[in-house]
């Protein structure tokens, strides 16, 4: 932990599963409260608001302001702010992500034909209606974006699919590509975290679950980086993958004790 002050910290299979916390997940974080360290949560969901992670880790008793969540669905908010503010959106995914770009000031779409760019992210009470509209946004001429690309996250009952599954569905029905995925390892969400953090990404980690997406983050943009085996990777995966972690822990439980201080000896 020497040299390091920021910690970008992952959510689902990190710091919880489902709607239950993590053992010693609060406890770690209070820990960087403690010493000062800066903290940012980023995470690939997109299917949520901030203001609903908010109230969600409030619920645990981990106390966050909004400025510190980065979920890909804000990340994507801000990107189309930035690059494409005029555009009008269509969305699949569940309720959050239209709640998220509307604090934004994004403009949705009235019908699926009048939309420049379809958003999907995950989609937990996904109907065939709902899909038909995404499909006829797309054959109307609508770019697809994703907030992230991820094929499964650890529910509280286990692997269950993810962002992945819809972006599949309309693909295949349309013969359009992706245009833009948001979410992790992409640059865009680390450099939303280090813009956040306001530090330079040799003094911060990377903490999270997936080898894909926490880790690969990490390594590509110059940070240290922690794999905790709460989620869905264990250590085989990680002593074998071609982007291996500086660090292999049980769960974010451990960080409380790495952070300790250390006695001299005399």
């Not at 994004?106 to 065939?128: M, R, S």
């Amino acid at each position: 932990m020497d040299g390091i002050e920021g910690f970008i910290i992952d959510l689902d299979g990190t710091v919880y599963r489902g709607s239950q916390a993590v053992e010693g997940a609060l406890e770690a974080i209070a820990s960087l409260r403690k010493q000062g360290k800066r903290v940012v949560f980023l995470s690939n969901r997109g299917n949520i608001s901030r203001v609903m992670c908010q109230e969600k880790l409030l619920g645990m008793g981990i106390i966050a302001v909004a400025e510190e969540i980065l979920l890909s669905s804000s990340v994507t908010a801000g990107y189309l702010k930035m690059n494409d503010p005029q555009a009008k959106v269509w969305t699949l995914g569940d309720t959050g992500l239209r709640e998220e770009l509307l604090s934004w000031d994004i403009t949705l779409a009235n019908i699926p034909e009048e939309a420049d760019k379809l958003v999907i992210t995950l989609h937990e009470n996904l109907t065939y209606k709902e899909l038909n509209l995404a499909f006829r946004a797309v054959r109307g001429g609508a770019e697809i974006i994703a907030t992230n690309a991820d094929k499964s996250f650890p529910g509280e009952e286990g692997e269950s699919i993810d962002v992945a599954g819809m972006i599949g569905a309309i693909v295949s029905a349309t013969g359009k590509e992706v245009k833009t995925v948001i979410g992790k390892p992409s640059p865009v969400m680390a450099e939303a975290a280090l813009r956040t953090l306001g530090l330079p990404p040799e003094s911060c980690i990377v903490i999270g679950d997936s080898l894909p997406s926490d880790i690969a983050l990490g390594k590509r943009a110059g940070m240290k980086t922690a794999l905790v085996l709460s989620g869905s990777t264990s250590r085989q995966d990680a002593e074998l993958a071609k982007e291996r972690p500086d660090a292999i822990w049980d769960s974010i439980a451990e960080l409380a004790s790495l952070l300790e201080p250390k006695e001299e000896l005399v």
